[in-house]
């Protein structure tokens, strides 16, 4: 696909002049707004490449295919479109949640392109099985989507709380709530259910590029025992558990983060 076709579909966005580069890849039911507390602080010194996922933000939402976004395999697709058309190579790669694994199995796919990872909160099944504890059960799961179908707002003021995890401060909650809330509904809970539904477990052992999981404390949606699991699976990689608490550090310790990123950056 063209350059531009690309920067279009993804609504992709460079800022900074700095040689070294960091594509940012939001999480579910976000967009790339989800980084405007980290940003500010690199990109005077770096080169940062943010992007919409089909279906999020200002991404066009016309070419959302069904089949192709069914498996994480569509939007690694797009990520490494993205590197193509952009002519990306030794890109430190950050990921939330869901876009951690999608990094992961870019990088598995197209080691060349990627120098080093950054996981926050990222888990690669969500569900409980005999001897591993995903976080959920699959009921849990099935339920969570039967409730965004039957009311999407509610099912936003269910998660978004749970996500956040920091009760003394509600603008985060409300935060993120509203980033549920703009995306295609329809698409979101596409999003949701390939998700929650992944298991790529038997590609952590595959990945070779150096990997940083950064996980948060009280993660309700993902454990620790689960960065503790990935850690134990992937052989270059660093496990931090960070003072932050909730599934969105980014969101409510970006300083945090952002002293965390440098320094994985810099070694």
Known sequence: MQKENIK?????????????TILFAHGFGCDQQV???????LEEDYRIILFDYVGSGYSDKTAYQLERYASPA???KDVLEICDAFQLEDIIFVGHSISGVIGMLAAIEKPEIFKKLCMIGSSPRYINEPGY???FDEADIDELIVMMERNYKEWAQYLAPIASKN???????EEFEAYLMANDQEIVKHFCEMTFKIDVRDQLEK???PA???????????????SQYMHEKMANSELILMKA??????????EEVIRFLKAFIQE
């Open 8 to 20: 279009i579909r993804n609504n992709v966005r460079i800022l900074g002049e700095g040689q070294q």
């Open 35 to 41: 980084w405007h507390r980290i940003v500010p602080a």
């Open 74 to 76: 569509g939007y690694v």
């Open 133 to 135: 504890m995903g976080g």
């Open 167 to 173: 009760i003394d401060r509600p603008a985060l909650t």
């Open 207 to 209: 990945l070779k590029t």
């Open 212 to 226: 940083l999981l950064l996980q948060a404390q009280d993660d309700t949606i993902v454990p620790y025992e689960i």
């Open 245 to 254: 608490t909730g599934h969105n550090p980014h969101l409510s310790a970006p």
